[in-house]
């Protein structure tokens, strides 16, 4: 079972751990975890329980402000743990308590154990997300360190065995936003373990608590002592404080009073004399006798006196006391352990007396001091305890204390209160003092000024209250003084340098920019495949652009004007012309009628016999009519048709129904013989035939009466006003015959012919339900929606809804907005709106399109140039593109498509400005992804920094509001700068029409429902349940949090739910109000909208509130359970081997084309695979069977599966080791091998129709993967080749392809709609974004009515959570980094432009999300910036003034590694790569210079430690080549908040003896306080490991915020992390497959991280090229020579 849980342990997915269910589920916490965990933390001391109390609740409070909801537990068996130390025993208890009484937080303490039954009931009941649990033993207590971890391990096991994740507490760490650590999810395997083993798992727990019980400090004859002894202090107690007291005193008072009673009673009785001894010190000196009671109770006195301090002292004058520390006598210290043993009792017997005497908790997490004890030990060793001047306060409250004890004690003779110590023998041993291990400590404070404008505007306020350096200070002699950095040319040489955007790659880039024709034929052969590409996603709709001066969207003013043309009065010519086209129009209607009544019949054959295809048929003849009236006989057709097809149907039920029965009665010749077993199985056969028959027939009938109320809504709701009394009458008596009478008797109006209107409800044609059950339940996708009918002349394929023209007039207004709307739902298309707004407007404007990824990108430059067509100037193209990894065009088009971190980089760059100016607009699409855990502060930057309006546009954010607030501050700041600016003619001009104003514009309504499914493989069949969206809710969910905000229910799943809530209630009063043939929306109501079953789903959602808010919580949790499906649990092994027959059974339910996503690629493209090797086996193996002997011999020399290329192979090596075969045989085998190599066609999900064959070889001619895609398979992820990429998207958009497996890739708006999406395996990363986007992507809008949603191998509990996790709020990221505030004073030294790049950077340095509404942040903030300036200043990047200098440039451009690029210029000033680089001693002279492997394996090596950082797990982790790292670079943010955050004041004390206590010269004023009682100095900040628990907790920040560069990764107790080596590896081998084997990376992330570190290098060698003024330079030639090999072992990945 370990074996197993190591395995487990080992596959842990490192990620956010809260990730998006952060809002709305909880997680447990294992207290006893969290103990471990912090027990162990290196900057706490044992005795300073405030301090171990603080670190917890500092833990709990990021938590919370994360927005964690959380539970915390402690096991009652758990005690076991910690019984072999009475302090840590004590510690646990005091712990518990206060979580209990003094915090918010639900704290679980009446488990007796991790396999209690009422464990198990909680775990079933609430199912938390995951449990933090720790893996690590206690490294404090090496005796019961490997206990601790077979705890640990088994309470893991047991957790993942109950289908519960496990989250580790070891290796986790914190940023602003999120909490990373190990995941380990649940696995069938292991539910399967612990279920077989429950018993032996039972057995092995309670030896372990017996193992523990045996380190037990004490026995149960103490036990029972201490708890006799408190029991009576207590009951005294009661009667001195019968209005209670605080804990503090009670503890004190209690304790003392117990050991002294106890200790009495032991030196009272000889006998027990010797167990004294026993329990002092076996190995004692002989002279050493047992304490004395009067020593006893000199130690109480010090700890009385001791707590009184505690009363008195301020936690400011704690921290500064004086940091000793002491050996205790032997004979002491065990009589403090059983003090500390006492202790706990007394904690126990306080939580038991809950209710009955007044104890104030709030002092549990200070009960004690060692340090401040030891003070008063070592002071009474010295001094005269007669003469100690306590201050009147102090002494009063001392004397009060003892005089307590004596009274409890009274038996005891231990006199008063003074002197403190009575007795002579030493107590206390002070020990040795300790030298300053430190090797840095923090000399000067103080910042250097930097003179700049930028910084006097945005930090002005914050910089006068912060201390300054004087021109003298020693720091100001270190600051060198380099040449000012001019990003154009190098400060020394001349030559010209570039920027980030010179040195990404160009697509079509050719030696001295030659202009080669292979080049322009490769540029224009590209441009037609992106053609071709763009006419998959929307087919061919290119529009020719011209340009138009003044109003550009000039169609919405001719539209104005048209209409006001209407209102004058007609002339007679005008009159003429209508009058003469309304006698063409009415020959035209007899035309139609004529030509109507030639093939109506035709139509109606058609519908007899296949009723489905005849209504296709009939359906499109309508939409191509152009009379009215034909329209309507069609109609009308279509209705009288599909009724007597269900009269026929309805028929041969009836009889078909007499048949069974007659022939299912048995006769008495056949009761009396017994049937043979062959003939059971022939009944049994026919039976089943029989009832596929009847659910067939039954589906054939239902379809049909659909099919009649479709043309009765479309005869209704269309043509109302033209229909005949004799048709209405007709519709009328199709409605009853159907059972519907309560809407034919209002249709006829009450008919005077007697029997008109007779009740048919219970004849053979009715449907058995009412009229609104019927629509709601069988017609949900095909009601009405209330759609606009007027057409805007700004669209033109579409009629646009009224939140699509809100977006289309704020492009107009050159307003800017935030677009919330669902997937496919349309807000793209003001995307090109704008961007046709742009193309008309001038040859020179720009519009700028960001994307999250790189295929997106792709995308959309497909679509652009699919769209429009312009005569572009010389030199311009239309689109362009700017990527991390190459470019094309980006700064000569007029729409640029980029991602955020290219645009920031323009928007960054000095001498861009004048292109920047150019920018109309900018789309942002998926903006969500400004809360996204990687890359999301560039966002936020570019959000910030934009002049010109915008578009943001999202699926999934569920706070727009707060967002919209934000960027209307950020506009309004703007307006205010661009007054102020006035800097140029063409700006004025801008600012007349520009608005400043943000709109929101949100959308909730999906035009197609999302049916979803769970999908279980059985023996031979697949079940597919039905999963409804309110199975996911709990009652506590829905109590605590209510209903999600986008949980929607289609119309039959509202009936469903009435259902079942009707089946539950019985007395339900508005039962019958919400009926639905009763409910006010249906009633009488032949057509149902859609709008009327969205009232209806919301009052059946606000009742199922009300439910709960009127005490019926038992009836809503009945509801749920009902409406949840029963799941079978299989092994994941199962539902692999069975993935090709799922695939092939949605492929006959017609549920194809299909998405199928998981997050691992290795299994994305086997899926694929193993789905293509069961179509070729199957057609194999039926090929073989069908074909001749010949064939089948040959076929049987094969072992089956085998694809066709392998088939050839040895058929043809047959052939030519048999020269004896004859000719014609071997023809005649040549023939079969060509039938081979013919795809059957149910041995394909291929639509070979819907793409020519020219055109598919064209797409397929590049592509890796042709033998999948010639099957209709694909599989699509990050890491595959671009083509493979581009080929599978456009074969699957034109219905090529219909199944695809993927990842995540897909989520992101990549257009690809489908009928089905699948996920197949949980995942982490599967959260509430990602379902909303895959499953956004089910649906094709105008081909599906209905999406599908099938769960696949997905654990129920996390579909529920799926379903019903809200959004996670967007919030503000970090903002700032060195590097960026580097960039921005580059930006404002050196741009053309600065009073624009000023802007810029105080909008990015004011407008953080993360500050918004936040001042306390927004103080924070700046001082963050100070700090950077100091650190830029002193390691020379910036001088004085603020210009950048010195190697400024290439830190910028290596800006996505931060410390590593300060360290890697650190190295190279310092000239270690020179040491490194040695050329090869027998390179020729005139040659150029070659290095050896084992040089580019050095820098290898040194440039992993710098830009390749990750981290393995921290347990049993075997490191090959363990990483050597330099120095450490170490500046710190708290040095400069040392004034400010100091502790004001210095206090006077009445006591000499507190004063003496207080006399310390220790520097803390940068730590927190809590941490300085503990020992810690601002030294210690200076240690990486202790700088996030001991910094001053209101700074705000983590330490990764800081330029800090470790050389070695620990945790906060001090433990390795040791670093993965997967670059230096690959650099190696060159195998991808190894990194992911041997380093356990994802294959995904494994190629991402080595393309970024190929990319580095690439950027590293540039840069030292053009800085370096020797191009022949060994370090120079070293890295073009690494960053070439590199390159090409990358590209020689197999992608």
């Not at 949900?780 to 699509?804: A, C, N, S």
């Not at 639905?1076 to 109501?1085: C, G, I, L, T, V």
């Not at 064959?1253 to 999948?1268: D, G, H, M, P, V």
């Not at 990750?1510 to 049993?1516: A, G, T, Y």
Request: glycine share 4%; hydrophobic share 35%.
């Amino acid at each position: 079972m370990y074996a197993i849980l190591e395995d487990s342990i080992s596959k842990s997915q490192y990620a956010s751990l809260l990730h998006d269910f952060v809002e709305s589920e909880f997680f447990v916490i294992d207290g006893d975890s969290l103990m471990v965990e912090y027990i162990d933390d290196i900057t706490f001391c044992d005795g300073q329980n405030l301090y171990f109390f603080y670190l917890i609740e500092c833990c709990l409070m990021e938590l919370q402000q994360k927005g964690a909801k959380f539970v915390i537990v402690f096991f009652q068996d758990a005690e076991h743990l910690w019984s072999n130390d009475p302090y840590l025993y004590s510690l646990r208890v005091a712990l518990v308590l206060h979580l209990q009484h003094n915090t918010k937080i639900s704290v679980y303490s009446e488990f007796s154990s991790f396999l209690s039954c009422e464990w198990k009931m909680f775990l079933k009941e609430h199912y938390p997300y995951f449990i933090m649990i720790s893996d690590q033993g206690l490294q404090k207590e090496e005796k019961g360190s490997r206990l601790f971890e077979e705890y640990f391990n088994m309470f893991i096991s047991h957790t993942l065995g109950s289908g519960i994740n496990v989250a580790l507490t070891s290796g986790d760490i914190w940023d602003t936003l999120r909490v990373y650590g190990y995941h380990v999810q649940s696995s069938f395997y292991m539910r399967q373990i612990i279920k077989r083993n429950e018993e032996k798992i039972n057995i092995l727990y309670k030896k372990l608590l017996q193992r523990l019980s045996s380190l037990s400090c004490a026995d149960f004859a103490l036990l029972a002592t201490a708890e006799k002894e408190v029991g009576y202090a207590f009951l005294m107690l009661k009667s001195l404080w019968p209005e209670g007291s605080d804990v503090r005193r009670v503890v004190c008072v209690v304790t003392c009073s117990a050991i002294l009673r106890w200790y009495n009673r032991i030196l009272t009785t000889e006998a027990s004399l010797d167990v004294v001894k026993e329990e002092s010190d076996p190995k004692c000196q002989k002279n050493e006798g047992p304490l004395s009671l009067e020593e006893v109770a000199d130690v109480c006195r010090m700890y009385c006196l001791c707590e009184v301090f505690l009363f008195s002292l301020s936690l400011s004058s704690r921290a500064k006391m004086k940091t000793v520390s002491g050996e205790w006598n032997k004979q002491l210290d065990v009589q403090l352990q059983i003090r500390r043993f006492f202790e706990y009792v007394t904690l126990k017997t306080l939580g038991s007396m809950e209710g009955l005497w007044q104890v104030d908790l709030k002092y549990l997490p200070d009960l004690s001091d060692e340090v401040l004890l030891t003070n008063i030990a070592l002071h009474c060793e010295k001094e005269s305890c007669t003469d100690i001047e306590l201050g009147e306060e102090i002494a009063k409250e001392y004397r009060q204390l003892w005089d307590i004890i004596s009274r409890l004690a009274h038996e005891c003779k231990i006199g008063d209160a003074f002197p403190v110590r009575r007795t002579s023998r030493c107590l206390v041993q002070p020990d040795e003092p300790k030298k300053d291990e430190c090797k840095q400590k923090i000399t000067s404070i103080g910042l250097i000024k930097v003179k700049s404008r930028l910084v006097e505007r945005y930090a002005g306020d914050v910089l006068k209250d912060l201390p300054v350096l004087s021109s003298d200070d020693p720091v100001f002699k270190a600051i060198t003084k380099l040449k000012d950095y001019d990003e154009l040319h190098h400060w020394h040489s001349g030559k010209p340098l570039s920027d980030d955007y010179q040195r990404t790659r160009d697509l079509f880039e050719t030696e001295n920019n030659s202009k080669d024709i292979n080049v322009f034929l490769k540029k224009r052969r590209y441009l037609f495949h992106v053609k071709l590409w763009g006419e998959s996603l929307e087919g061919n709709i290119t529009k020719q652009i011209t340009t138009t001066k003044g109003n550009a969207m000039s169609s919405s003013r001719s539209a104005r004007e048209m209409n006001q043309s209407k209102q004058q009065p007609k002339t007679r010519g005008e009159m003429i012309t209508e009058e003469h086209m309304r006698k063409v129009k009415a020959e035209l209607e007899q035309a139609e009628l004529r030509k109507w009544e030639r093939i109506s019949a035709r139509f109606s054959k058609e519908i007899i016999m296949n009723l489905s295809s005849g209504i296709r048929t009939l359906e499109s003849f309508i939409k191509n009519c152009p009379s009215e009236s034909v329209k309507l006989s069609a109609e009308m057709l279509g209705l009288e048709t599909c009724f007597e097809l269900w009269v026929e149907l309805c028929s041969k039920t009836e009889n078909s129904d007499l048949e069974e029965t007659d022939s299912t009665t048995p006769s008495s010749s056949q009761t009396e013989t017994k049937k043979s077993a062959k003939k059971k199985e022939k009944a049994q056969t026919k039976t089943e035939k029989s009832a596929k028959k009847k659910k067939k027939n039954k589906e054939r009938k239902m379809n049909t009466a659909i099919e009649i109320m479709r043309r009765v809504h479309a005869v209704i709701s269309n043509y109302q006003e033209q229909l005949t009394k004799k048709q209405k009458k007709k519709i009328a008596r199709l409605l009853a015959f159907l059972g519907f009478n309560n809407l034919a008797i209002p249709l006829s109006k009450l008919s005077e012919k007697k029997g008109d209107n007779e009740d048919c409800s219970d004849s053979m044609y009715a449907i058995g339900m009412g009229a609104a059950r019927f629509q709601l339940q069988y017609m949900g996708h095909y009601l009405q929606r209330d759609e606009r009918k007027d057409p805007d002349p700004r669209v033109q394929h579409f009629i646009p809804d009224t939140w699509q023209r809100e977006l289309l007039d704020a492009v107009d207004n050159n307003e800017s907005a935030v677009i919330v709307a669902p997937t496919s739902s349309g807000k793209t298309y003001a995307s090109y709106y704008c961007m046709e707004k742009v193309l008309r407007e001038s040859d020179d404007g720009v519009l700028v399109y960001v994307a999250p990824t790189k295929a997106l990108v792709n995308q959309v430059m497909a679509t652009v140039y699919n769209r429009f067509q312009k005569n572009m100037p010389d030199g311009m193209e239309i689109c362009g593109i700017f990527t991390r990894d190459y470019r094309f065009d980006a700064l000569n088009c007029q729409v640029l498509v980029t991602v955020p971190q290219c645009l920031e980089i323009l928007l960054l760059s000095p001498h861009r400005q004048e292109w920047v100016k150019k920018i109309r607009y900018i789309i942002f699409d998926e903006v969500h992804c400004l809360g996204g855990e990687i890359g999301a502060e560039v966002w936020e930057h570019l959000l910030v920094m934009i002049r010109c309006p915008f578009l943001a546009l999202s699926a999934t954010i569920s706070n727009p509001e707060d967002l919209t607030e934000w960027l209307n501050v950020v506009r309004r700041y703007w307006r205010e700068e661009e007054l102020s600016m006035e800097s140029s003619f063409a700006s004025r001009a801008r600012k007349k029409r520009k608005s400043y104003r943000v709109i929101l514009v949100t959308f909730s309504e999906r035009y197609n429902d999302l049916e979803k499914s769970i999908c279980t493989p059985g023996s031979n069949d697949f079940d597919f349940s039905y999963y409804h969206p309110c199975a996911a809710l709990t009652v506590k969910h829905i109590k605590e949090h209510g209903l999600p905000s986008d949980l929607s229910l289609s119309p039959k799943e509202c009936v469903m739910l009435y259902d079942s809530m009707s089946s539950v209630w019985k007395t339900w009063p508005r039962a019958n109000e919400l009926d639905p043939e009763e409910f006010s929306y249906f009633k009488n109501k032949i057509v149902i909208r859609r709008t009327d079953a969205r009232q209806y789903e919301e009052e059946l959602k606000k009742e199922l509130v009300n439910w709960i808010t009127q005490d019926h919580e038992d009836e809503v949790g009945a509801v749920l359970k009902a409406l949840k499906p029963d799941i079978k649990d299989i092994t994941t092994q199962e539902y692999d081997d069975m993935f090709p027959r799922f695939v092939e059974e949605l492929h006959k339910m017609d549920k194809l084309p299909a998405i199928f996503f998981q997050f691992n690629i290795n299994r994305v493209e086997r899926f694929a695979e193993n789905t293509w090797l069961h179509l070729k086996t199957k057609e194999l193996r039926r090929k073989f069977v069908n074909g001749e002997k010949e064939s089948s011999q040959y076929a049987n020399t094969l072992q089956l599966p085998m694809d066709y290329e392998t088939f050839k192979t040895i058929f043809i090596r047959q052939q030519n080791e048999n020269p004896l075969v004859s000719e014609a045989k071997n023809n005649n085998l040549m023939k079969q091998l060509e039938e081979l190599e013919k795809i059957l066609p149910d041995c394909t999900y291929a639509n070979t129709r819907s793409v020519e064959k020219k055109i598919l070889q064209y797409i397929c001619e590049t592509a890796n993967i042709n033998w999948l895609l010639m099957r209709g398979i694909g599989c699509h992820h990050a890491s595959m080749n671009l083509k493979d990429r581009r080929v599978v998207e456009m074969l699957f958009r034109r219905g090529f392809v219909k199944v695809v497996t993927a990842t995540g890739s897909l989520a992101l708006g990549i257009n690809m709609p489908c009928k089905s999406v699948v996920f197949v395996d949980d995942s982490l990363y599967l959260d509430a974004i990602n379902y909303r986007q895959m499953s956004g992507r089910a649906g094709r809008r105008g081909q599906d009515l209905i999406g599908s949603v099938y769960f696949y191998n997905i654990p129920q509990p996390k579909i529920e959570r799926l379903i019903r996790a809200n959004v996670p709020k967007l919030k503000g990221q970090f903002p700032l980094s060195i590097t960026l505030i580097l960039r921005l004073m580059l930006l404002g030294a050196k741009a053309d432009d600065i009073a624009d790049a000023e802007a810029k950077s105080l909008s990015v340095l004011k407008h953080s999300l993360l500050t918004f509404n936040q001042p306390k942040k927004i103080d924070m903030l700046k001082k963050y910036f100070l700090f950077s300036l100091q650190f830029l200043v002193g390691e020379g990047y910036l001088d004085q003034n603020g210009i950048p200098q010195g190697f400024a440039g290439l830190v910028s451009h290596l800006h996505y590694h931060e410390p590593s690029n300060f360290m890697f210029v650190n190295f190279l000033v310092k000239g270690l790569f020179h040491k490194i680089c040695k050329p090869i001693p027998s390179w020729k002279t005139g040659d150029r210079k070659r290095f050896s492997e084992n040089v580019m394996t050095d820098l290898v090596l040194v440039l992993a430690n710098l830009f390749g950082r990750k981290v393995f797990r921290l347990k049993d982790k075997k490191i090959l080549g363990p990483f050597e790292q330099s120095t450490l670079l170490i500046i710190l943010f708290a040095v400069i908040l040392k004034r400010k955050f100091a502790f004001s004041g210095v206090e006077h004390w009445e006591s000499s003896f507190a004063s003496h206590l207080m006399a310390s010269n220790k520097e803390i004023e940068a730590i927190s306080p809590f941490a300085a009682l503990s020992g810690n100095t601002n030294n210690d900040l200076l240690d990486s490991c202790k700088t996030d628990s001991i910094i001053l907790h209101t700074i705000g920040f983590h330490m990764h915020n800081i330029p800090w560069f470790q050389m070695k990764m620990t945790d906060h107790q001090g433990r390795k992390m040791p670093y993965n080596a997967y670059a230096l590896d690959f650099y190696k081998h060159g195998s991808l497959d190894a990194i992911t084997d041997d380093n356990e990376i994802n294959r995904g992330e494994a190629y991402n991280l080595l393309r970024d570190f190929s990319l580095t290098i690439s950027a590293i060698s540039v840069s030292l090229c053009e800085l370096c003024e020797n191009e022949y330079d060994d370090v120079v030639l070293a890295f073009e020579q690494l960053s070439r090999s590199y390159r090409e072992k990358f590209a020689s990945i197999p992608y």
